[in-house]
């Protein structure tokens, strides 16, 4: 996805501004009451511009600000519309798209969890265009996730194996992976819109200063690790190496390396991903969007 951004092709087509300007919440509440008229006015949209008010609208009604969360998950549904011949998208179509996605988001919306954000995009097949979200879910922070804000101790890196070392057998259900991703990841939520997500492997990205000479370790800045399989599984990561992935050197030199030009880093994924039988790494999936408020 890029910022969307349309050219006016008549005087009743609009495009939404790009950047965060002091217009862009009322951007948003001036679509909205365009969709809610009995009498629609005649406006039509391009369709990135259609994207990104769809995408803006609903995380301005569905997101949930000031929440304290971790534990972000994706859920990604679509729907869609005939391409129209002038290119143009009508209010009346572009009604009937939001309501679709809104309830679908809604609907699979995982008890217990707030809406954190949502990545509306599109893509053609034929006549038709699909309008898709990604939406991220996150659990309100409790006493249970407590041990996600410690890397004092070692964190099997991945299979949902809890802590390892002297810590083994605690916080089963969670591991290394669940720990960066809630330390790195904006952890209150807010209101989005141009959200982007890009995906890296730690293979991208090596540290000539890597500080450390540990058995299977590679020197890059988000974990992988190369050596037999059954070793690798249970692979355990030291606490000094947990806090130099999420170190200015680790995932957060990723984070900034990677970052869209006028964009803010919202939120991160980081999995964990096996390769038998010689390595396993963590995933990252970098979010960044632009603060409506």
Partial sequence: MASFTACKKESNTTSPATGNTPNLEQLILNFEQKLESGQKDGTTYAIDSAVWYVEALLNYNTGTEGVKCSGITVDTIETNLLTPSSGEYTLNQLETVYNSLLNQVQQNQPEGTIMFAADVYHHQTETV?????????????????????????????????????????????????????????????????SLETISKLPTWYGDPNFPFDITYLQPTRMFYAEGPWVELYYYCIPSNVMDYYLSGNGIWYIIKDLKPTGKSFAYCNIYDYLSYPSSVVHVGLFTYGIPVN
């Fill in 129 to 193: 265009m699909v309008f898709a979200v990604s939406t991220a879910y996150a659990t309100p922070v409790g006493p249970l996730y407590k041990a996600l804000n410690d890397t004092s101790g070692c964190w099997y890196w991945g299979g949902d194996l809890g802590m390892c070392g002297h810590d083994s057998g605690l916080y089963v259900g969670m591991d290394a992976s669940d720990v960066l991703e809630n330390r790195i990841s904006n952890t209150t939520s807010d209101v989005w819109s």
